[in-house]
């Protein structure tokens, strides 16, 4: 919400060579005022991205298991072949 507001100010100020347009300022608006109300469609949006989130680390961790395990393998492979 800092970003998207930092956003908004900075380009009302004047600051950058192209300042931002209407439609622009009403879309992050709009963004922020979904942020701020405590809905519970919006709710369960971030719980599902949440959850999503974190299956997709348990994903990469198990992946990561999954590669050590098989270098593993082939290491004492090697070493019994030696």
Same mark, same amino acid.
């Given at each position: @919400? %800092? *970003? %998207? !507001?930092?956003?908004?100010?900075? +380009?009302?100020? +004047?600051?950058? !060579? =192209?300042?931002? !347009? ?9 963004? %922020? #005022?979904?942020?701020?109300? =405590?809905?519970?469609? !919006?709710?369960? &949006?971030? =719980?599902?991205? #949440?959850?999503?989130? $974190?299956?997709? $680390?348990? @994903?990469? *961790?198990?992946?990561?298991? =999954? &590669? $050590?395990?098989?270098?593993? @393998?082939? *290491?004492?492979? %090697?070493? @019994?072949?030696?």
């Amino acid at each position: @919400m %800092l *970003v %998207l !507001t930092s956003i908004l100010n900075l +380009g009302k100020s +004047g600051l950058p !060579t =192209k300042a931002i !347009t209407p439609d622009d300022e009403d879309r992050i608006s709009f963004c %922020l #005022k979904v942020l701020v109300e =405590k809905c519970s469609t !919006t709710n369960a &949006i971030f =719980k599902v991205q #949440k959850f999503l989130r $974190f299956r997709s $680390f348990e @994903m990469i *961790v198990s992946s990561i298991y =999954k &590669i $050590f395990a098989i270098f593993r @393998m082939i *290491v004492d492979w %090697l070493w @019994m072949r030696c």
